[in-house]
């Protein structure tokens, strides 16, 4: 008798282990590939289950259950950005997120955006939120840090893709990204701003108006060899730079609304970042410039050029003369070329009306 409730005492050992390890290590992520699951601080194991299956990351909600129950790991929820691999076990996944072992975020800032837009860039990828990014562009003490000033902060957020921790806090997420930055600057980049005679900030700064005029990467050396030519006097005498993009920043600092057509009254608006009021660069960049502005103005293309405005016959491009007078002939191009537009589109939105009109008569 003894000896039988031995063998039967073994054999419920052996069926629970069986159990236990059926749970334990068969495959419970049915995805054809990997599936990111973000867990907050303070998330429970239930709720930490609900996003796992929300996200189609599980196959068993039970089984998951229990495993963590069975091994106390359920107590364990750590906060983060999580990727649940195919045919991951419940060992290897509850194993993962008890750890904190979290995988990255990727985050893409666009080139050429404002701090506001960068700051939603970033907090649209990471557990917190734009003010907070935004507090951390313009910290001082951060800026000190990183070596730069608030100023110049924001800009130096390369337009690029980037790996973060989803938990990371704002200041880290700033610094981390700030490293490619500094990486950019290499010994052959830093020669050829002290060639023309520029510090690295006053290179973005340039680079960031540059960014703003050009639409095509093909034109920004030639747009960064006009206004050279005019900070520098290459050409003769120096003048203001008479950036529109700088009107625009000032007036969007200023009344915080968004960009718009420019006026003659803008021109004069008093503000230390307009070009067209002020000598020389202004006090810091109005975007973050891409790699290509950068390059374009360290590489900007030499020629005799001071003006530039909008083409007519290219559109996104531009026109460039070396003379006010050749650029008030192509300005009056320009300015006749979206008359007629104007023109062309009234007489369109006219006859769309009149046959709407018609149609209603006739019940077509």
């Known amino acids: 008798m003894r000896k039988t409730l031995t063998i039967a005492a073994i054999l419920a050992v052996l069926i629970g282990a069986g159990i236990v390890a059926w749970i334990a290590f068969l495959p419970n992520a049915p995805v054809d590939e990997a599936v990111g699951v973000k867990l907050p601080a303070g998330t429970e194991f239930e709720a930490a289950i609900d996003s796992l ?37 419940n060992w290897a996944m509850l194993d993962k997120i008890r750890k904190g072992l979290q995988d990255p ?19 649209d990828q990471m557990d917190t939120d734009s003010s907070e990014v935004m507090a951390a562009l313009f910290a001082p003490d951060l800026a000190e840090q990183l070596d730069t000033d608030t100023l110049h902060l924001f800009a130096e957020m390369r337009g690029n893709t ?25 010994d052959e980049r830093l020669q050829k701003a002290r060639d023309l005679g520029l510090t690295p900030d006053e290179v973005v700064t340039m680079a960031s108006i540059v960014e703003w005029e050009a639409r095509y990467d093909e034109e920004k050396p030639r747009i960064a060899g006009v206004y ?45 970042y307009n070009t067209y009021q002020i000598d020389g660069l202004p006090p810091g960049p109005i975007n ?77």
């Open 288 to 364: 973050n410039p891409s790699d290509a502005a950068i390059d374009a103005v360290l590489d900007n293309e030499e020629h005799d050029y001071l003006y530039f405005v909008a083409s007519p016959g290219k559109p996104g491009y531009h026109d460039f003369s070396e003379t006010g007078a050749e650029h008030a002939r192509k300005a009056r191009a320009w300015s006749q070329y979206l008359s007629e537009q104007v023109r062309l589109r009234n007489a369109r939105e006219r006859a769309e009306a009149a046959q709407a009109e018609l149609d209603a008569v006739t019940g077509d």
């Open 228 to 272: 050279l030519n005019r900070l520098l006097g290459r050409t003769g005498a120096r003048m203001r730079l008479q950036a529109d993009p700088t009107v625009q920043y000032a007036l969007m600092q200023t009344d915080g609304g968004p960009m718009r057509r420019l006026f003659l009254r803008d021109y004069q608006f008093p503000h230390p």
């Open 53 to 89: 299956q929300s996200a189609g990351a599980i196959g068993s909600a039970t089984s998951l259950r229990v495993f963590g129950s069975l091994t106390g790991w359920g107590d364990q929820v750590k906060p983060g950005h999580y990727r649940i691999q195919p045919g991951m076990n």
């Open 105 to 123: 975020v990727r985050i893409t800032l666009p080139a050429g955006r404002t701090a506001p837009v960068i700051a939603r860039a970033i907090a």
């Open 162 to 186: 980037y790996d973060v921790m989803w938990t990371q806090d704002a200041r880290r997420a700033v610094s981390r990204i700030h490293e490619w930055h500094e990486r950019f600057w290499t």
